[in-house]
């Protein structure tokens, strides 16, 4: 029973690179959810994503990019790594069932990243 | 104003202790709310929903109060496992299931 699987699990990466931070997900949820937690502070939205196909920013998009080509996939692409964009980033994913609107998010083990 | 507020701690506490945990949200158009914990560099993960009667899971239990924007959260008989930070989480309203989390409350219980 994966859930949400978040690949790498640590990366360091120098000023200006580039990379992917990968999420899949095998609970066939709608809704799927980018965060970045830094040091001491709680989880703040980057992107979500309410189906395939649809994308839109959360509360510190700039720096990122997501696309959502399929139900299960999610990634997250920092274009310029910036040291500010050191932090640990969770994948989570939810489900919307009618007008219940307690069903929890799910989240995968997380993303160490540096940037140096 | 932080959108969700919570008292960051630590509190310590000995084992078998009742400890409570409060947060407050400044939205009132909030819908839907939840305890999370997180153990030491790990992922969220869903301790129990709140509901507006009030609600207990075992040794938990969760109290909201609209009027006041306030949640609580009252953990009985302490157990050293229960260290860990407890995330106040907010709903509002709309299609997307976006949550507001507060930063967290660090419990530490001492043997």
């Known amino acids: 029973n994966a859930g949400v699987t978040q690949t790498p699990k640590f990366r360091i990466l120098k000023i200006g690179q580039s990379m992917t931070l990968q999420c899949t997900q095998d609970?066939?949820?709608?809704?799927m959810y980018w965060y970045r937690q830094d040091p001491g502070m709680g989880l703040k939205l980057i992107y979500y994503?309410?189906?395939?196909?649809?994308?839109d920013k959360g509360e510190v998009p700039n720096g990122y990019n997501v696309s959502r080509s399929t139900t299960e996939d999610f990634p997250l692409r920092l274009e310029l790594a910036a040291p500010s964009q050191t932090s640990v980033y969770f994948c989570?994913?939810?489900?919307?069932?009618?007008?219940?609107?307690?069903?929890?998010?799910?989240f995968g083990d997380g993303t160490r990243l540096s940037i140096l | 104003r932080k959108e969700v507020e919570q008292d960051p701690g630590p509190f310590n506490v000995p084992e078998g202790a009742t400890v409570a945990f409060n947060c407050t949200y400044s939205?009132?158009?909030?819908?839907?709310f939840f305890w999370y914990r997180q153990d030491c560099r790990k992922e969220p993960k869903l301790l129990m929903s709140?509901?507006?009667s009030g609600n207990e899971d075992g040794r938990f239990t969760a109290q909201l109060n609209r009027a006041s924007q306030y949640i609580s959260l009252l953990i009985r008989d302490s157990k050293l496992s229960d260290s860990a930070t407890y995330l106040c989480?907010?709903?509002?309203?709309?299609?997307?299931?976006?949550?507001?989390f507060g930063t967290g409350t660090l419990l530490a219980v001492q043997p």
């Open positions: 709140v509901y507006s």
């Open positions: 609970m066939n949820h709608n809704y």
């Open positions: 989570a994913s939810s489900q919307r069932r009618g007008t219940d609107s307690n069903q929890p998010q799910h």
């Open positions: 939205n009132s158009a909030s819908q839907s």
């Open positions: 989480v907010v709903r509002y309203g709309g299609a997307t299931n976006k949550l507001i």
């Open positions: 994503s309410v189906g395939a196909g649809i994308t």
